[in-house]
């Protein structure tokens, strides 16, 4: 019975020996563009038979993070420690770059290099505020330039045509340059 259970093994590897070396190749590296699975299956007896199957290739979707806004050079206005968290953008600076109320953002502070991540809120319209609200107050001050982004998921076929919303403020956060809009 172990000699027939040899037998089964040893035919099969070399059934996936001679599979393996006559299918492609990436260029370079040896590996198989279309790996073989190995699945097992019982066959009379005991024993058990290698059967080899070549699967069709897998369409694969993937899914890349890309910038979706940014506001670059806002000056903070305001810090409130007290507040209960999250950073103020004046209204229209969020709608000319793209970012939702209370949408996840990353900031991060050209002063210090300290980066944090919160949500937005809108600020009074024409108000140029960029307000550091609850612990991230402690992460700035009055006058710091600030970098403020948000990210997307997308397909990567899609990623390749994506172009951000990006604007440039100048020192009172009125837009100087937007790109992307």
């Not at 699967?55 to 940014?70: A, D, E, G, N, Y």
């Not at 507040?83 to 502070?109: F, H, Q, V, W």
């Not at 982004?149 to 045509?161: I, Q, W």
């Amino acid at each position: 019975m172990l000699d027939q259970t040899r037998a089964s093994l040893t035919t099969g590897i070399e059934n996936f020996t001679a599979s393996y070396s006559d299918s492609r190749v990436v260029p370079g590296t040896g590996l198989p563009i279309f790996p073989c699975l190995i699945e097992p299956r019982l066959s009379s007896g005991f024993s058990s038979a290698m059967k080899l199957t070549r699967q069709p290739p897998r369409q694969t979707h993937m899914i890349v993070h890309l910038l979706k806004s940014k506001i670059h050079r806002a000056r903070v206005t305001a810090a409130s420690l007290h507040y209960e968290g999250s950073l103020t953008i004046a209204e229209d600076l969020m709608k000319s770059a793209g970012l939702l109320p209370y949408e996840r953002i990353l900031c991060s502070n050209l002063a210090n290099g300290k980066r944090w991540e919160t949500y937005a809120i809108p600020g009074k319209r024409d108000s140029g505020a960029i307000e550091l609200n609850g612990a991230v107050a402690r992460l700035g001050k009055k006058g710091n330039l600030l970098t403020i982004m948000s990210f997307t998921e997308m397909s990567l076929s899609a990623g390749r045509r994506w172009k951000p919303h990006v604007i440039v403020l100048d020192p009172e956060n009125r837009i100087a340059n937007p790109q992307g809009t």
